[in-house]
């Protein structure tokens, strides 16, 4: 192996999010810690990550869109707090949200009422007025990541008709569109899921960063390649193992992948600030040679 290095090394750090697990106890949902926040970007400079990637959904409210907001939502202020600390480590931002559509893992219900209108002319208007409002708070300079994971709801075809249309949206305002890659998904309810991916990966600008999640130790090295062959950038998303960091991110290096994001899928509050400091101080260290 060459002195090549991992370029891009971040964490994902979620100030809400909506999944299945997280579902179940929205109704008494814990807000976003500040505190414990800018100490994970603290361990993240200790540990050499140098990219923080905020997932702020609805745990934020919106000025624009009022209508957003939950019992956990805060001022969105705090990403303005996030973006200093990080700009004083001299580590990049970046913002995620999701656009997937699935009545089962709920993506986008931080959305939510706009969700239903499903794609449509207002969706994708709607959806870049809090893009927007997010851009001037965060400032990112390089990436946006839209998610787009385990999508149920669309075709094939609408799945990729969306990731075109954020693209295009977000290429007008100068950023790289990042998507999640599920097609290192193997269970068996997966497939629909690894298949849409698969067909993103013959219709999609060239420009988006695919990131390809694998949570286990899972013979990636096909899916590495032939992303990177179709002429994608690649990131991978290699779970909470340090061994697994380690794989992952020699695997990228034999085909020219150039990022890794860490995250750890957790509320950002005092009773996990533990776990989320102990995945950056295991994990982070990992993602360099």
């Known amino acids: 192996m060459s002195d090549a290095v991992i370029q891009v090394r971040g964490f ?16 008494k949902e814990e807000p976003f810690n500040l505190d414990v926040g800018l100490q994970v970007i603290d361990a993240m400079a200790e540990a050499g990550l140098n990219l923080l990637m905020i997932d702020p959904k609805d745990g934020v409210r919106y000025e624009r869109h009022p209508e957003l ?32 559509q699935s009545a089962k893992h709920r993506h986008n219900d931080w959305f939510r009422p ?5 794609d449509s002319p207002e969706y994708f208007k709607l959806a870049f007025e809090v893009i927007d409002e997010l851009l001037g708070v965060v400032k990112p300079p390089r990436f946006f990541h839209v998610g787009m994971d385990e999508d149920h709801d669309r075709s094939y075809g609408q799945y990729v008709d969306a990731i075109k249309a954020l693209h295009a949206g977000l290429s007008e305002r100068k950023l790289r569109t990042l998507i999640w890659n599920d097609s290192a998904c193997w269970w068996r309810q997966s497939a629909v899921h690894k298949d849409k991916s698969l067909a993103a990966e013959k219709a999609v600008p060239r420009d988006v960063i695919h990131v390809l999640w694998d949570y286990e130790d899972w013979d990636k090295d ?68």
């Open 222 to 289: 096909v899916a590495l390649r032939r992303i990177r062959e179709a002429g994608f950038d690649l990131w991978g998303a290699p779970g909470g193992k340090p061994e697994l960091v380690a794989t992952m991110r020699d695997r990228l290096l034999a085909v020219g992948g150039s990022g890794i994001l860490l995250t750890s899928w957790v509320p950002c509050v005092p009773s996990r600030k533990d776990a989320l400091l102990s995945r950056i101080r295991s994990c982070g260290p990992a993602c360099s040679r």
């Open 114 to 118: 706009h969700n239903d209108l499903f």
């Open 12 to 27: 994902l750090l979620h100030i809400t999010h909506y999944d299945p697990v997280w579902n179940a106890n929205k109704d």
């Open 69 to 100: 907001a939950r019992h956990y939502s805060q001022d969105i202020g705090i990403l303005s707090a996030l973006r200093e600390r990080a700009e004083k480590h001299g580590i990049e931002t970046a913002i995620k949200l999701n656009f997937s």
